[in-house]
């Protein structure tokens, strides 16, 4: 620290508690946030344009699987915890933390209009010794040249008069072992005053803070981290692709692989890449080196080939369907697993989303069965239609033409799944013991072709 009494005194009031907290944005990332700074003691309020979440926080609900409803229960008991949609709250906060959406435009270029909107509420009620951390995935330099400006428009100085600083959410929803509190946080300020005073604060509820040199270096890690999985995902769903034409099986050779314990990581192939991180943040970083004449090719390359794995798939469903003698045109397929990943309800980007599309136009008969996921919008997928959840372990299941293993959520009864298709096309080696009607993504073929004149 500087020694600047107004970082002097905001620190004091960190460690002891007296800051007030505030989180903007109560979603996958800020409402476990909020609820661990409320877990550390702090008062704590959230801030959310969503009516039903605040009321779901006021009434000590959660509405985000891994956080309990009796957490936030309690510490709505205890007067820590509380939700507001009105923004003039934020005047009687000291730090807020902004934990808003941060998506793709069509055009793949950065959508920064709800970070933009959220400072802009916070501008207006800035007050001198208030501390501000950007958490939304963004490309490096957001902090400095859109926040911070954004936040001096009244006079008021960063690293002087008020603090800023960048702070990467790394959660990975349904993660058993890691969540907000014993994952690593990393912190960059405008300035050490501000990197402090961050540090401090996330020191209360978050088992270890990694403090770098600045904004823009902590907003690079992020996206590091992110293009790491989204290339390395890119190179074994090609792996696979090959391994298909070559006969080979790619899952046994990720497992034997992952047997060296030094310099290899195993990644698994795919339907696609889905959430609203891996297929989204790489596009971030491309775009800001775009702006610097620079092309990240890695990322396109990579974009490319995990953006035609639901082509992919649909590949092998006519070809399985074709070794029973039937078009995809009028076949009943049903899409098992809709959300992006295992275990979560979260359906943004997923791949099914592109899939379902794909059999669609192919004029495929469409249904899906995911326990997390009861309703599925036909808005959510081009020329889509409202789907509902089918219950496969239900008595009387019907039998469809082609099950297709978009999501191995572990609550499926992979034998139930087997039997209820003629052909099932199994995208992420889910069956363990995959008879001959199953199709295994990157694996020898091993479906028995019925001959065409029996
Ligand atoms: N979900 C993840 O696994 C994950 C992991 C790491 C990082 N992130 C990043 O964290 C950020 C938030 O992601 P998320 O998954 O929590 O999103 P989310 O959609 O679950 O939650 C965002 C919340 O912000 C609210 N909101 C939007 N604009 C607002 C505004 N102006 N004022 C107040 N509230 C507003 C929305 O109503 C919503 O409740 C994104 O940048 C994302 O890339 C997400």
């Known amino acids: 620290m500087t020694g600047s009494a107004t970082a002097a005194s905001l620190l004091e009031s960190i460690r002891t508690r007296r800051v007030r907290a505030g989180v903007i944005g109560l979603g996958y990332v800020g409402l476990p946030l909020a609820v661990e700074f409320a877990r550390a003691g702090y008062v ?117 008069d008020f603090f800023l600083a960048f702070s990467p959410e790394r959660i990975d929803p349904a993660n058993p072992t890691f969540g907000t509190h014993n994952v690593p946080k990393v912190v960059g300020g405008l300035t050490e005053d501000c990197t402090a005073l961050a540090g401090a604060l996330y020191e209360a509820a978050i088992a270890t803070v990694v403090p770098v040199s600045s904004p823009r270096v ?43 314990p030094f310099g290899f990581m195993p990644f698994y192939p795919g339907p696609g890449l889905g959430g609203h991180c891996i297929p989204v943040d790489p596009f971030y970083l491309s775009w800001k080196a775009r702006q610097s004449g620079f092309e990240a090719r890695f990322i396109e390359l990579a974009g490319a080939v995990n953006g035609a794995m639901p082509h992919y798939v649909v590949s092998l469903v006519t070809d399985a369907l074709n070794g029973v003698r039937l078009p995809l045109n009028g076949a009943r397929v049903l899409v098992a697993g809709v959300a992006y990943k295992r275990d979560v309800d979260d359906i943004r980007e997923s791949p099914a989303l592109d899939l379902l599309a794909l059999l669609h136009k192919g004029g495929a008969e469409l249904s899906y069965s995911d326990p997390h996921v009861p309703t599925l919008d036909g808005r959510l997928w081009p020329n889509g239609i409202d789907l509902e959840h089918v219950d496969l372990s239900s008595a009387g299941a019907e039998m469809y033409d082609c099950i297709v293993i978009v999501t191995d959520h572990s609550r499926f009864d992979y034998d139930v799944l087997q039997r209820a298709g003629k052909v099932v096309v199994d995208t992420r080696n889910a069956i363990k013991a995959p008879g001959p009607n199953v199709v295994r993504l990157g694996a020898p073929r091993t479906i028995v072709k019925e001959p065409a004149f029996a």
């Not at 959508?111 to 916070?122: C, G, H, P, W, Y």
């Not at 995902?233 to 497992?255: F, P, T």
């Open 44 to 160: 704590t309020t959230g801030i959310d344009l969503d009516a039903a979440k605040v009321k779901a926080i006021n009434d000590g609900r959660s509405y985000i699987d891994d956080v309990a409803s009796e957490e936030v229960a309690g510490l709505r008991a205890a007067a820590r915890l509380s939700a507001s949609t009105d923004f003039d709250v934020l005047s009687e906060l000291d730090t807020i933390n902004i934990c808003v959406p941060t998506p793709l435009r069509k055009t793949k270029d950065p959508d920064l209009s709800f970070i933009v909107a959220a400072t802009e509420e916070i501008a207006t009620r800035l007050r001198p010794g208030m501390l501000v951390i950007l958490e939304s995935t963004t490309y490096p330099g957001t902090t400095n040249e859109l926040v911070l400006p954004i936040l001096e428009r009244g006079g008021l100085r960063g690293g002087k």
């Open 218 to 260: 902590a907003e690079m890690v992020k996206l590091l981290e992110n293009t790491f999985r989204a290339v390395n995902i890119g190179l074994v769903n090609e792996l696979a692709l090959m391994c298909d034409r070559l006969g080979i099986d790619v899952w046994e050779v990720v497992r034997a692989a992952a047997t060296k």
